[in-house]
């Protein structure tokens, strides 16, 4: 059945970084729609990167330049590397696959809903 386990979460300083891992079982990460989304409590949930149908790379306005996405096929992980993080980067941080229909008009943007998600790691980041 398809799992998703994040790990890496942790408190940093500002500007500092940190590499998030998500394994995956249960599906390929190549095969998947996948993402990361993250979440502070009181707030809505927003997709922070994915890599789409077509394997383009999305990042929201906010970390665009500072995080990178990424995945390892051989491993079957996913990664999200967070540089020069910020106060406002603190949040729950999920891993997220989906395998639904019409996938490929989410070229530009991580999809509102995913269908399998991990239990999340937090990241704090604080002086």
């Known amino acids: 059945q398809v799992q998703l386990v994040e790990s890496g979460g942790d408190l940093v300083q500002p500007g500092g970084s940190l590499r998030l891992s998500c394994a995956a079982s249960g599906f390929s990460v190549e095969d998947y729609y996948i993402g990361w989304f993250r979440q502070v409590p009181g707030t809505e949930r927003e997709g922070v990167s994915c890599i789409s149908a077509r394997g383009s790379t999305i990042y929201a306005d906010s970390v665009k330049g500072r995080f990178t996405i990424s995945r390892d096929t051989a491993k079957n992980m996913m990664f999200l590397q967070m540089n020069n993080l910020k106060p406002e980067d603190t949040a729950i941080y999920y891993c997220?696959?989906?395998?639904?229909?019409?996938?490929?008009?989410?070229?530009?943007?991580?999809?509102?809903?995913?269908?399998?998600w991990g239990k999340g790691t937090l990241v704090t980041v604080s002086s």
């Open positions: 997220a696959a989906t395998s639904g229909r019409n996938l490929g008009v989410y070229e530009n943007r991580c999809p509102p809903a995913m269908d399998y």
